[in-house]
């Protein structure tokens, strides 16, 4: 069965970098383009950022651009978020979810998130 | 405010016929297709309508969805009490180059 297990949520202060990941089974993890989407305490969600099953096409939020980098490595299944120069406003829990297909946008399984808390 | 506008909130009583609406523009909506989402309270979304209107396996045919121009609909008939959640619309956005979400709808079972 798919199983998207998200890690590396904490506390961090503005200004600072974290990396988030989401260890991916169940599927040809090779095949498949992956997407980040957020969703800050009470609020609803956000999409955040894509990658192709190759890690050749990346979109992301505008929101994000330019602070966030969307890497995989497909010898091991995993799927990470590099958040640099975080604000308060990043504060949310990140989950992973995988595309349908090659790139649909249909987010057919999600990972339980991670939460990220930007505060001094 | 979301790129994608839907109610904040919408309520029936068990056996009822609920609409949820999502409002956009042609660079979304109007060239793109919808999805649904489907949150429960603590929990992850889960994928309720592809594609405007088709039913991931698994999904009831209580829910459905339909789009006409720059707008989209989501319908759940017969409601049950397991459909109270938080409803989410999403498209691709062409001039945003990437995918946007409605701001959600809290479903009250009453």
């Known amino acids: 069965q798919v199983q998207l297990v998200e890690s590396g949520g904490g506390v961090v202060q503005p200004g600072r970098s974290l990396r988030v990941s989401c260890a991916a089974s169940?599927?040809?993890?090779?095949?498949?383009?992956m997407h980040w989407v957020r969703q800050a305490p009470g609020k609803g969600l956000e999409w955040v950022a894509f990658?192709?099953?190759?890690?050749?096409?990346?979109y992301y939020a505008d929101s994000v651009k330019g602070r966030f980098t969307v890497s995989r490595d497909n010898s091991e299944n995993t799927v990470y978020l590099q958040m640099n120069s975080l604000r308060a406003e990043d504060t949310a829990v990140y989950y992973c979810?995988?595309?349908?297909?090659?790139?649909?946008?249909?987010?057919?399984?999600w990972g339980q998130g991670t939460l990220v808390t930007v505060s001094s | 405010q979301s790129v994608l506008t839907q109610p904040p909130s919408a309520s029936g009583t068990p056996g009822q016929r609920v609409t949820i609406s999502c409002s956009g523009s042609?660079?979304?909506?109007?060239?793109?297709?919808v999805n649904w989402y489907q949150q429960l309270p603590g929990t992850a979304p889960k994928l309720l309508i592809q594609?405007?209107?088709r039913r991931p396996s698994g999904v009831p045919n209580r829910f459905s969805g339909s789009k006409s121009g720059t707008s989209a609909s989501l319908a759940i008939s017969g409601l049950q009490s397991e459909d109270e959640a938080d409803y989410y619309c999403?498209?691709?956005?062409?001039?945003?180059?990437?995918?946007?979400f409605g701001g959600g709808t809290k479903l009250t079972v009453l």
């Open positions: 979810a995988k595309d349908q297909t090659v790139i649909t946008g249909d987010l057919d399984y």
């Open positions: 169940g599927f040809t993890f090779s095949s498949y383009g």
């Open positions: 990658i192709s099953y190759d890690g050749s096409n990346k």
């Open positions: 042609s660079s979304n909506i109007g060239t793109n297709t």
């Open positions: 594609s405007d209107n």
């Open positions: 999403a498209a691709w956005d062409d001039s945003l180059n990437g995918w946007v």
